[in-house]
């Protein structure tokens, strides 16, 4: 007989992903088979994203070329929870859709696929290993500590569609993480939605950690990380207070030297407009404290311009920040509003032109400070994880890149024989706008 398959297509930012791979595993211990494409499969699960208006067009597009390849579909993801008129939105646009779920919800995803696609007899489980199965690259992968978020920021709805901060307990986690290096991997990306706030929901509850009693706090979370010797980089920290704890591990090697802390603007104004959180701290302050404590400090960041209400001196305000914090990666979004978000009803909401001719100002200064922070790089040497092995050279990235999201450095190898997964001795000699390119040393 046959063995029952499914195809899986997964959008979205790395949260969703990790959702998608307890789903997959899950699928893989019960003895389905995955197939990477349409015709392969008896039936496809899309996982999507509801975020923003353009990732949910991307989600009803994929939808809809999963029912004309396939014919037989289960969505699952933030797009599954948004509404239309009190309708669901997937089911009103593809009413042939199979089901439709939201978000973190792997076990009624997986009760729609046993409804229409009955299990197979006889699961190979040992053929699952102990972290399950990964859809990132072998060396590096997403670690989820926690799930949802306790904020109401004014342009967000996640907290509507994933509900308040729900921390993994400490123990569990670690067991997770020391798999994951147990199977080769190299790179550990933590993530959640807020994830200086982990264990806030468990009041700091402790766990067991390999026989240790240890607090579920992002502090002692990273000191536990840090005992694993690969890298491990943090990311959507917000500057509370004790984010100040874990710089001098940074300064001690001992975690990556890296801060993904979405500011989202600098005017104390529009921040309590946008009700972020840690809004009240003196940003460009924390930020020399950080670097005096480790010089080395990549911070990446996200920012919106064009706000409701934002005036020109307060994005003034927000461009003098960017000189002077110097920060070496940001992202800039013009704003856009998302529907159900409280932001919607702000006074003051901007012309698009304003906003997109706000987000390219931004983008104009940033530009140049990114370049010269990587500039100055040319003639170091750096660690490099080797993402990508081709016939003339390889493709990886420093401390201070994230997968995906950040830049690369181009190494030429010569005759030596690199391997994915290797982490390597690069000779700095370039750099262009956003990347490196380099030698092995
Ligand atoms: S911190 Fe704000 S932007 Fe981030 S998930 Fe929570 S509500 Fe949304």
């Given at each position: 007989m046959k063995t029952p398959t499914v195809g899986f297509v997964s959008l979205g930012c790395p949260k969703a992903l990790v959702d998608s791979e307890r789903i997959v595993t899950q699928l893989r211990a019960e003895g389905y088979a995955m197939s990477g494409s349409y015709e392969g499969a008896d039936l496809v699960v899309v996982n999507t994203c509801g975020f923003i208006d353009a990732a949910v067009?991307?989600?009803?597009?994929a939808i809809g070329e999963a029912l004309a390849e396939n014919g037989r579909v289960i969505v699952t993801g933030c797009l599954g929870a948004r509404t239309d008129h009190g309708e669901n939105l997937v089911a009103k646009v593809h009413p042939k859709v199979l089901a439709v779920t939201g978000p973190h919800a792997a076990d009624e995803v997986l009760a729609h696929v046993h409804a229409h696609l009955p299990k197979p007899h006889d699961p190979f489980m040992d053929l699952v290993p102990p972290a399950g199965i990964k859809l990132t690259p072998r060396h590096y992968a997403y670690l989820k500590i926690?799930?949802?978020c306790n904020h109401r920021c004014t342009f967000c709805i996640i907290p509507s569609m994933r509900g308040d901060l729900v921390s993994r307990p400490i123990g569990q986690v670690m067991r997770e993480a020391e798999n994951l290096v147990k199977q080769g991997v190299r790179e550990i990306l933590v993530i959640s939605q807020d994830t200086s706030a982990y264990g806030v929901d468990v009041r700091y509850k402790l766990d067991f950690v390999g026989g240790r009693a240890v607090k579920t706090k992002m502090t002692e979370l990273v000191?536990?990380?840090?005992?694993?010797?690969?890298?491990v980089r943090l990311h959507y920290v917000y500057p509370y207070p004790h984010v100040d704890e874990v710089i001098p591990l940074m300064a001690e090697g001992r975690v990556l030297p890296y801060l993904d802390v979405p500011f989202q603007h600098s005017h104390p104004r529009v921040l309590k407009a946008m009700k972020r959180p840690a809004s009240g701290e003196r940003n460009v302050e924390r930020i020399r404290a950080w670097r005096a404590v480790c010089p080395e400090l990549t911070i990446r960041s996200t920012f919106i311009a064009g706000f409701p209400g934002e005036t020109e001196a307060e994005f003034e305000h927000l461009l003098d920040f960017l000189r002077e914090a110097q920060l070496d990666r940001v992202g800039c979004f013009a704003y856009s509003p998302v529907d159900g978000a409280a932001a919607n009803e702000l006074p003051g909401q901007l012309p698009d032109e304003v906003r997109e001719e706000r987000r390219a100002r931004f983008m104009q200064v940033q530009e140049e400070i990114s370049a010269q922070r990587l500039a100055r790089k040319v003639g170091t040497r750096q660690w490099v994880l080797i993402d990508e092995v081709g016939p003339k050279g390889a493709v990886g990235r420093t401390a201070a890149d994230a997968p995906e999201i950040d830049g690369v450095v181009?190494?030429?190898?010569?005759r030596r024989r690199i391997g994915v997964g290797d982490l390597v001795d690069v000779k700095i000699t370039a750099a262009a706008e956003h990347d490196l390119q380099g030698t092995l040393a």
């Open positions: 067009q991307e989600s009803l597009e926690a799930e949802g000191s536990e990380l840090a005992k694993l010797g690969v890298w181009n190494v030429r190898t010569g």
